[in-house]
């Protein structure tokens, strides 16, 4: 028994697969190949970050969580855009979620250690 052949993708932009290098994107009929050697935003997003990706118009892409956006010819003629982002990785731009988590783990972390000084100072 043969399986039909895949429909058309409902979407305009859909990531299809994430490597250690890099990922891939459909965009209308093209396939593109997204490095990160040459987008170094992407390299420490997670695959949900990386895969909530949206086509405002036919030549523009644009990842909400990341707040990254960027050309579709930049990604075919990376050649022609020569700007790599010199931001060291540790400063890379997190996700509001991401924000909110680590400084309630912090307050939390700071409230315990307040209460061992007290306790310490009572004995």
């Known amino acids: 028994m043969r399986s039909a052949p895949p429909g058309p993708s409902t979407s305009p932009v859909e990531v299809t697969n994430v490597s250690p290098h890099g990922f891939w994107l459909f965009v209308g009929d093209r396939e593109l190949f997204v490095p990160f050697k040459n987008f170094p935003w992407f390299r420490e997003a997670t695959v949900r970050e990386i895969a ?7 030549h523009h892409l644009y990842w ?31 996700s509001a ?25 009572m004995l």
Do not use: C, F
């Open 52 to 58: 909530n990706v949206e086509l405002p118009s036919p």
């Open 64 to 94: 909400p969580d990341l707040d990254i956006d960027l050309a579709v010819e930049s990604i075919e003629h990376p050649e022609k855009y020569p700007l790599i982002s010199q931001a060291p990785l540790k400063k890379r731009v997190r």
């Open 97 to 121: 979620k991401a924000r909110k988590h680590t400084a309630k783990r912090r307050s939390t972390a700071g409230a315990s250690a307040r209460l061992k000084r007290r306790r310490w100072r």
